[in-house]
């Protein structure tokens, strides 16, 4: 008999839609928890790097979030 596995809630990174004004924020699926990254902003600049490697994984226009998936994927 095999265990059912635990739902997989992702992490989201959410940015400002590219050429579309108006439209839902893109969205890019990433590999850790939410509190794995940090998020900061200087000046236009948004960051968003992974808080134990230092690894830039966004940077770029804003605002930016990380967000826990409300539905799992």
Known sequence: ???P?????PTL???PPWKV???LPSETVLPLEPEAYAVTQ???TW?????HSGEVIYAGP??????GSPAPF
């Open 47 to 51: 960051r968003v790097a992974v808080r």
């Open 42 to 44: 200087v000046g236009e």
């Open 13 to 15: 990174l959410c940015t």
């Open 21 to 23: 004004e108006g439209v």
């Open 1 to 3: 008999m095999t265990t």
């Open 5 to 9: 596995s635990p739902w997989n809630y």
């Open 62 to 67: 804003g605002p930016v979030e990380i967000v």
